[in-house]
């Protein structure tokens, strides 16, 4: 049963759609994100990004949002509740031309963004350091209010980078924030179909600022840890269907066509805070 709930909800979170580019290589990132339990105790959640880097467009994701392969271990419903708690979105730079695209899904509602891909002002350095095998130089920038310390290398030439850090002479290897940092874990070279958002009419769309302005500000509240579910005024209502599951003595919820439905969260920490 865990097997078959995790296909369906990696099926949820790829969709059925048109290929846009096909990749030249995949980076699957290590994330970690420094936070709080709902009690105030730390905790370091962790979880994969993978990124297809296509000619003209990349996908940035979570784990299970890539399609399994032969050779990979297939993700878990656990691993998919641990993506929950860490809000991590997919993102098409690129797609459309000269644009982003951002995707997520906000109980009980799928959302997209879009923006003119912003620009990064990057101010390189000199300094260098060995990572996850590169040789890499650094580089710094304040990115919609958060400071990245980032290496990047030109072993790799490539300016993308995880989730919607890009624009550097170089792949991005290690990215670190106050409290979030995404290093490179694999390097797969691959000509894996990049597809574009699934076609649904009920996605929510708007202007990235404005999403990003609703997303903050549920997530950022102080109930959300102890009642992920505080701002939805009908919870039963919104529920179309749902699963419950026994994974190592834990009940897991999954609902609306397979997403995960938290009972406890951990403390919001932004990627972007404007």
Known sequence: MLTIMALALTMAAQGQTETVDTAQFVAVYDYECRTQDDEGTAVTDRMQVVVQVGRTVTKSMPRSAY???????????????????????????GYPEGQTTVREFIFPHDYEGYEPTPYIAWTLSEDTMTVSGYLCQQAIATFWGVAWH???????????GPWRLRGLP?????????VHTFCLAKLRMEASPITAPEQNPEVHRMKYAKLLKHKNAIYGNREYAKNPMYYVPDLNGSITDMSVL???????????GG??????????????LK
């Open 246 to 256: 026994n994974h190592n003595g834990q009940q897991l919820v999954l609902a609306n």
């Open 150 to 160: 980032v290496w990047y290398t030109d072993e790799i030439p490539s300016s993308a």
């Open 259 to 272: 997403h995960p439905l938290l009972t406890k969260a951990h403390v919001y920490q932004p990627l972007e």
């Open 170 to 178: 170089g792949l991005i290897v290690k990215a670190e924030s106050e």
């Open 67 to 93: 399609p399994v392969y032969d050779d990979e271990s297939k993700p878990d419903v656990a691993a998919g509740f641990q993506e929950a708690l860490m809000h991590m979105p997919t993102v098409w730079t």
